[in-house]
């Protein structure tokens, strides 16, 4: 197996935190964005990509308009998804912090990957 190393990426949205966090948390908001269809049972998240692709992730750690963790269930332990929301004290600007991991090389293609993804919750929140 290849190492895996930690990306952390940011992004500024014209949004509040807890209109964020709903699309981080819920799947009408993640289907929005980050996949097709997103199912939730007993805190274990199928994200369903092109209707025959799909991942399986569990929530493992979150706080209502601050942060969500996702661990994919087939990975490695120590490897997981973050999304983090951070509020400017002074200009009030909403950021996302991710944090991700990559194969070794593959760096590039998931900061293009978010980058996507993100630039989607853009259009869709309207920020």
């Known amino acids: 197996m290849s190492d895996q190393k930690k990306i952390e990426l940011e992004y500024l949205l014209r949004c509040s935190p807890g209109v964020l966090y709903s699309f981080l948390t819920e799947p009408s908001g993640l ?10 049972r007993a805190g274990m998240y199928t994200f369903i990509w092109n209707k025959d692709s799909e991942q399986v992730a569990k929530l493992t750690g ?8 996702y661990r994919w269930v087939d990975g490695p332990d120590n490897v997981y998804f973050e999304f983090r929301i951070q509020v400017d ?6 950021a996302l912090m991710v944090t991700d991991f990559a194969e070794d ?4 293609e998931v900061k293009l990957s978010w980058d996507s993804a993100i630039q989607k ?5 309207g920020a």
Do not use: K, P
């Open 31 to 40: 289907s929005d964005w980050f996949c097709d269809n997103v199912n939730i």
């Open 62 to 69: 979150s706080r209502e308009n601050v942060y969500a963790r």
């Open 89 to 94: 004290d002074i200009t009030g600007e909403t």
């Open 105 to 108: 090389g593959d760096d590039d």
């Open 121 to 125: 919750l853009h259009r869709v929140i």
